[in-house]
């Protein structure tokens, strides 16, 4: 068992530019979430896939966040035309049952 | 919406000292989780509590979950240096079979040694 995994670690951007972060899972898990964390506050959801189907997102997801998993394996995270309220950690994690364990995230930096 | 509250927001205790957590949340939930994130970390997960009035212990952590199933709490006994972090519960989505989980704004202990 090795974890999950992300990929980058951090991020620095400029607004207006597109990024992808990368998310390995534990590889029997069927299950991967996506999470965003700002300074002070707890993890928000974002989007759920059980394994390559989206099956829920929420709605505070803006148009220009998409996700995918297209083999039930990895999972990216696209953010279009990036803006200076997008800089947070963005968390993956990953479970076969209620536990949902996390990886170390992507720090994105927009400037 | 759902929401999940956590009091205190801080906390700074003398090594030794014991600590408390607690969690409250909007709707009745069907578990609830705890998770604890060190400085610069990721949360990891601490311990899921799933019936009414459950309690859990872990060495020096005992968790507890309401008989109504909407509040938690977390105490720890005779704090570490090592027991430094945020510390948050999160609740399943009310949602019919939904897997997201709602989180609290976490506890951040600091240990003074």
């Known amino acids: 068992d090795t974890g999950v995994s992300q990929n980058p670690r951090h991020k620095i951007t400029k607004r207006g530019q597109n990024v992808t972060f990368r998310c390995d899972p534990i590889?029997?898990?069927?299950?991967l979430y996506w999470y965003r964390q700002t300074l002070g506050q707890g993890p928000e959801f974002l989007t759920y896939f059980q394994n390559e189907a989206q099956l829920e997102k929420s709605r505070l997801l803006s148009d220009r966040f998409s996700a995918e998993r297209p083999k039930g394996s990895f999972s990216t995270l696209e953010i279009q035309r990036t803006e200076q309220g997008d800089s947070a950690m963005y968390l993956c994690?990953?479970?076969?049952?209620?536990?949902?364990?996390f990886g170390p995230g992507t720090r994105l930096t927009v400037l | 919406g759902q929401q999940v509250m956590q009091i205190p927001q801080y906390q700074h205790v003398q090594e030794g000292e014991d600590f408390t957590t607690y969690c409250n949340s909007s709707?009745?939930?069907?578990?609830i989780q705890w998770y604890k994130q060190r400085p610069g970390g990721h949360p990891v997960f601490l311990i899921q509590?799933?019936?009414?009035?459950e309690v859990k212990k872990q060495k020096r952590l005992t968790f507890q979950f309401g008989e109504a199933k909407k509040n938690s709490s977390l105490h720890i006994t005779a704090t570490q240096t090592t027991d430094v972090g945020t510390y948050f519960c999160?609740?399943?989505?009310?949602?019919?079979?939904?897997?997201?989980?709602?989180f609290g704004k976490g506890t951040k202990l600091s240990v003074i040694p």
């Open positions: 709707t009745t939930l069907s578990n």
């Open positions: 590889s029997e898990h069927n299950r």
């Open positions: 509590l799933v019936k009414s009035g």
């Open positions: 994690a990953s479970s076969s049952g209620d536990t949902q364990y």
């Open positions: 999160a609740g399943p989505y009310s949602g019919a079979g939904s897997y997201q989980l709602t």
